[in-house]
């Protein structure tokens, strides 16, 4: 079946500096992936949806220019959290969608801002 | 503007126990209906997809009914048991590739 392998699963990082967080298709082509944040109790955030080789498109009140979004290639996103903050510790999962997939997901990357 | 719906919140039965989790939603032109589970602190599993052309799809001890019509699914789980304990999210996919989700019913299943 589709598999989507995310990476790190868990990072902590310092206040000010950038994380990276990286979403592969191993045996399919992802043409749109999503980005999710989920806070504690609470439901899953859409945060933005790309398609390959375009610009993520960003659902409002999420800052563009802090949560650089990147597929350049059918089979590799990447979410970089810019200049991270405490406020910005959350759980993160991509999910992607190929021709007659439904949506896998990634398994999730704990952020920690400290 | 579509919403999705999930009654109950929360629920806890005890083992062994037959349950039904719902979900609802306001628009019926959807594409399909997908069911996951969540663990805490984990990732999504998807558990079923139900294409707007079928009524219901089966995995095991799961099914997953879709009444468009009326705007409804159910995800019926049999004889459940402890590690059937997880948040359970159902969420509809509109043309555009996107999801509306809904805020999920945790399970608990009491051994």
């Known amino acids: 079946g589709a598999v989507v392998s995310q990476h790190p699963s868990r990072v902590i990082c310092k206040s000010g500096t950038s994380v990276k967080i990286e979403c592969r298709s191993l045996?399919?082509?992802?043409?749109?992936m999503f980005w999710y944040r989920q806070f504690p109790k609470q439901s899953l955030m859409l945060m933005a949806t790309?398609?390959?080789?375009?610009?993520?498109?960003?659902e409002q009140g999420v800052e563009k220019d802090k949560f650089l979004i990147n597929h350049a290639s059918l089979t590799l996103s990447t979410l970089t959290v810019t200049s991270a903050h405490p406020e910005d510790s959350s759980f993160y999962i991509c999910?992607?969608?190929?021709?007659?997939?439904?949506?896998?997901f990634g398994s999730g990357t704990r952020l920690t801002v400290v | 503007k579509q919403e999705v719906t999930q009654i109950p919140a929360a629920l806890s039965v005890p083992e062994g126990e037959n349950l039904v989790l719902n979900c609802s939603f306001t628009?019926?032109?959807?594409?399909?209906l997908q069911w996951f589970r969540q663990d805490p602190g984990k990732g999504l599993t998807s558990l079923l997809l139900?294409?707007?052309s079928q009524r219901e799809q089966t995995s095991g001890r799961l099914n997953a009914s879709l009444d468009k019509s009326s705007g409804r699914s159910t995800l019926y789980i049999a004889a459940s048991q402890p590690g059937d304990s997880a948040t359970y999210l159902c969420?509809?996919?509109?043309?555009?590739?996107?999801?509306?989700w809904g805020a999920g019913t945790k399970l608990i299943i009491k051994p």
């Open positions: 999910s992607a969608s190929g021709t007659g997939f439904g949506y896998t």
């Open positions: 045996d399919f082509q992802a043409t749109t």
């Open positions: 790309s398609n390959e080789g375009s610009k993520a498109t960003y």
């Open positions: 628009d019926s032109a959807i594409y399909n």
């Open positions: 139900i294409q707007s």
């Open positions: 969420a509809v996919r509109r043309g555009n590739y996107q999801l509306i």
